[in-house]
């Protein structure tokens, strides 16, 4: 009889392997600015074996919950320590300097051209080509060129001049993405001055510029278009309804898989003439308002709020993929055949604290947004896809400029020369085939601030860390190395898990020199 049962749980489970769709739906949520620290999906978590375990975190249960399932990865990175360069790079597959954007790594102010030009794929495209339906949802911040009225980019500063009737003449959709809703950029009040219009696939929520509003405050009070009824406090709530409303969409397409790029602006600074933050009451039914809590019971504050709603959203998102049937797979909810991701576009943002410290929000590592310490650019990452990735701790280490190579793997695309040249193929260490630790390069970008230049870029190579000081990504850069390489510090993180040091003292080692040549192919 036990020799019968096992026969029949064998067939069952190959029947249920067979009849599934090859083809995943594929989501990649990135919140913004959140570090390790900002979820307790990593509580008592080390990052590295050689590091304390993680023993305070923001409470979200909705994160919390899904790691259980989910495969949670404790070196994974953005590819810069700010935004604009990290989403280059996860939509590219391309490395983060390689973008015009070499001072800094956020779009500055004023109209900016695209970051992505046409003729560069896209991990969308990509996925078109591999018969996916994709959406983008949220913050662009790659760069828009609006159209003027006469088929030309906009160039007023403050967006003056854009013909709100005429679609946009390089946006999201010229980028792989079928259907796009969102915004531009931050929306941060005195810092951006892009549109405060919903981007709605290559045209906009409202048109006419006549009636719009002009906002802004401190020296952009009463310059930014705004459509009449913009409220940062609703953007969460807009985003979550979209979202659901695609699923169902979803529900009637049996031929195509979905890919969902999911990137809302919370819990980025959203300064505004009633503060930092613009939090709503609440979002979905759900209190979020003054309910956010450390896991040691304190009372957080205002951009915790803005972590929490992020972990609501995310609540309501997977219980809309366990509750929706699958079109493609006739007696199964979304949920068993959908490869999730949910990440950061880089560490926590922080007002008011020592920026080269180790930091809660940080996981304890060093550093935050803007910096090129791990606490800059090492963020959250959990993976799941049921029946291929599930629970435990992935320790390789893994680059968002990795995905693009790697999905087209999970989807059977074989990359050309000229796609995501700096994207590795990552499967295997997600699947655990991989023999012996990754060792294949990751370069990373930005830091604002002392100690080092704008322009400073880092390379892991395992648990082996580089930084070169300015110059290189941008040979102008006042004070930086006009194109050679400016050895700054050398890190082995299994000795120095919290990078202690600024500089290193003396001639660099071979193997520092050996690495950073590996860096300077790298970039040429």
């Known amino acids: 009889a036990g020799a019968l049962t096992a026969v029949l749980l064998c067939l069952s489970v190959t029947a249920y392997a067979a009849d599934r769709p090859k083809k995943p739906n594929i989501i990649i949520f990135m919140a913004d600015d959140m570090g390790i620290g900002d979820t307790s999906a990593y509580l008592g978590v080390r990052l ?29 990175h953005a590819p810069a320590s700010m935004c604009s360069s990290t989403r280059y790079s996860l939509l590219t597959g391309r490395f983060a300097h390689r973008a015009y954007l ?9 109209p900016n051209a695209p970051m992505i030009q046409k003729g560069i794929p896209t991990l969308p495209c990509m996925l078109q080509k591999n018969g996916y339906h994709t959406k983008g949802i949220g913050k662009y911040h790659v760069g828009i060129d609006f ?27 010229h980028h792989g993405f079928d259907e796009y809703y969102g915004v531009a950029g931050n929306t941060e009040d005195p810092l951006d001055n892009e549109p405060r219009v919903m981007l709605v696939n290559d045209g906009y929520s409202f048109t006419d510029r006549s009636k719009m509003k002009l906002i802004g405050m401190k020296h952009r009070e009463g310059k930014i278009l705004a459509a009449p009824d913009w409220d ?3 953007l969460g709530a807009l985003y979550l ?27 980025h600074n959203q300064r505004n003439v009633e503060g930092f933050f613009a939090v709503p009451d609440e979002v979905a039914g759900v209190k979020i308002k003054g309910e956010s809590r450390y896991t040691d019971g304190n009372t957080a504050n205002e951009r915790a709020d803005m972590v929490f709603e992020n972990d609501v959203v995310w609540g309501r998102l997977i219980e809309k993929l366990e509750n929706t049937n699958d079109p493609r797979w006739p007696g199964h909810r979304m949920i068993e055949n959908t490869l999730i991701i949910f990440t950061s576009d880089n560490g926590p943002n922080l007002v008011g604290v020592e920026n080269n410290i180790r930091l809660q929000e940080s996981g304890g590592l060093r550093g935050k947004k803007a910096k ?26 893994l680059s968002h400029t990795d995905l693009y190579a790697t999905l087209a793997n999970v989807v059977g695309h074989e990359l050309s020369p000229a796609e995501a040249q700096d994207s590795h193929d990552s499967l295997d260490y997600w699947s655990g085939n991989a023999e012996g630790e990754d060792l294949r390069p990751r370069v990373f970008f930005c830091n604002l601030g002392t100690p080092y230049l704008n322009d400073v870029l880092a390379i892991r190579e395992g ?6 000081n300015g110059g290189l990504a941008k040979p102008s850069m006042k004070g930086g190395s006009l194109g050679g390489l400016d050895y700054a510090m050398f890190y082995e993180l299994n000795e120095n898990p919290y990078e202690d040091g600024d500089f290193m003292e003396g001639a660099p080692s071979d193997e520092t020199i050996e690495m950073g040549g590996r860096l300077l192919r790298i970039h040429n």
């Open 147 to 173: 159209d003027n009225g006469d088929g030309d980019p906009a160039s007023n500063f403050y967006f003056h001049d854009v013909d709100f009737t005429k679609p946009m003449l390089d946006g999201p959709t």
């Open 102 to 110: 070499k001072h800094q790594g956020w779009l500055p102010h004023g």
């Open 372 to 397: 090129i310490w791990e606490g800059g650019h090492r963020v959250p990452f959990l993976l799941y896809w049921a029946g291929h990735f599930e629970s435990g701790i992935n320790r390789s280490v």
């Open 48 to 76: 590295m074996e050689n590091t304390e375990p993680i023993n305070m975190t923001l409470k979200t249960p909705n994160i919390e919950k899904f790691s259980k399932r989910a495969m949670v990865f404790t070196d994974a």
């Open 463 to 468: 648990s082996k860390k580089l930084l070169i």
């Open 241 to 267: 309804t979209e979202v659901e409303r695609f699923i169902d969409q979803q529900t009637e397409n049996a031929a195509a898989p979905f890919f969902l790029y999911f990137a809302p602006n919370a819990n």
């Open 232 to 234: 940062l406090k609703k």
